[in-house]
């Protein structure tokens, strides 16, 4: 099915943009999930929950405890993995991050690095731009380029640094074109003493207190002087978001009076932003808004007709598979697993806890956890559906730049 003239119109935009070397890609945690094993944030904060029961003795269910609020439940991961491997008396925060960085180490390298499809995306990303920008720790841009013999750079800082970034070839083929900037930094880097990952509360806010200080804020002010931002795998309500969209305006607003008409007429730099959403799913009033206000262009790069035939794949739980909880609580927890259970993020650990109501505490526990079981089941067989046909909807898009 075609896209829409409008967005025809935009990928031609764009298109011209990339070729001119004018458009920059920005990448969040989104662009990555078709890989086998990359983490959501709740599955991330999940993996936690392990390493503080087995590490700590401490059976604690972080999503829950910390509603959902992930920098916080990471501070307080700092703190307990900070307290029990604090034999000098240090700084707790600092040793309960090098154990985090080890965690994130540990699991991010456990990924393996299949020739699959599954990459295609990233391999498409780094043939086609020069210069990426991201936000996620992993090393999965660089494993794209190792795969496609690209040699590149990448660029990180020091949270509290506000003097010059740290690069390191991470593949020399003698050209080494590619320069990928960690925004939030990365796991992988050579020199221990750069504390670069943001993770936690206490890192967000030490990286806000040198904001437009840092080398990495400096370095995407440049680019944005003649440059546009291509958002890939983010979500709109996401504060990096908006800390970017602020960046366009500030250097907007710091512009110089000149007289200069090659300054003078310079456009002012516009963000891209691409929705897994097809047009129909779009509010026009605020498309319009965001575009003429906040000169952030939304593309939403379903089609309709395709997600129909997707969800006609999706296995929806049916109140006959409830039999054994066929009462009033049964029907209430089918009907809130149709409507939420495919969708709703974090939900696979609601409605786990949903298992363990008084109202159900009447049921036996070889009914509920083969209850639980098939729970997991169909959202992990509809998720693999949904994650496939995601992702041939970007590589879709993203091959037409």
């Known amino acids: 099915m075609p896209y829409t003239i409008e967005i025809n119109n935009t990928i031609k935009e764009l298109k011209e943009l990339r070729e001119n070397e004018t458009l ?4 969040g945690a989104g662009f990555s999930a078709s890989i086998p ?5 709740d599955k991330f904060v999940y993996n936690l929950n392990t390493v503080l029961k087995k590490d700590c003795s401490l059976d604690i269910d972080l999503a829950s405890v910390f509603n959902d609020n992930w920098m916080e439940a990471t501070e307080f991961f700092y703190y307990q993995k900070g307290k029990i491997n604090n034999s000098d008396n240090k700084d707790i925060y600092l040793i309960g991050k090098n154990e985090f960085v080890k965690v994130i180490t ?3 390298e456990s990924i393996k690095d299949d020739n699959d499809d599954s990459w ?3 391999e498409i990303i780094v043939e086609k731009f020069n210069t990426i920008f991201t936000t996620n720790w992993d090393s999965t841009i660089e494993k794209a380029a190792i795969r496609k013999k690209i040699g590149g750079t990448r660029i990180l800082a020091d949270i509290n640094c506000t003097k010059k ?3 390191e070839k991470f593949y020399n083929n003698g050209s080494n074109n590619l320069k990928i900037y960690y925004y939030h930094g990365t796991y992988r880097c050579e020199d221990n003493s750069i504390n670069s990952v943001v993770a936690s509360e206490k890192d967000y806010y030490s990286r806000l207190k040198y904001l437009g200080r840092n080398p990495l804020d400096k370095e995407l002010g440049t680019i944005l002087s003649k440059g546009n931002l291509l958002f890939i795998g983010y979500s709109l309500s996401d504060i990096n978001v908006a800390y970017f969209l602020n960046q366009i305006n500030q250097l907007e607003i710091n512009q110089p009076e000149t007289n200069q008409p090659e300054i003078k007429n310079k456009k002012r730099p516009k963000a891209y932003f691409i929705l897994l959403k097809t047009p129909e799913e779009i509010n026009f009033e605020k498309s319009l808004f965001y575009k003429d206000y906040k000169e952030m262009v939304k593309i939403p790069i379903l089609i309709k007709e395709e997600v129909d035939s997707m969800k006609l794949l ?3 739980i049916k109140v006959n598979d409830l039999e054994p909880y066929s009462d009033r609580t049964g029907k209430l927890f089918c009907e809130l ?17 949903f298992l363990n109501f008084d109202s159900l505490a009447n049921i036996k526990a070889d009914k509920k956890k083969s209850f639980h079981d098939y729970l997991i089941n169909i959202n992990n ?13 970007l590589i879709n898009f993203i091959n037409k730049l």
């Open 24 to 27: 920059v890609p920005f990448l």
């Open 37 to 41: 094993g990359y983490p959501t944030w």
């Open 106 to 108: 540990t699991f991010f």
């Open 120 to 122: 295609l995306q990233h």
């Open 165 to 167: 970034f740290y690069e």
């Open 314 to 316: 999706l296995t929806n």
């Open 337 to 353: 697993c149709n409507n939420n259970f495919i969708t709703h993020k974090g939900a696979t650990s609601r409605f786990i806890e």
């Open 381 to 393: 067989q509809n998720e693999n559906i949904k994650r496939n046909f995601y992702q041939k909807s």
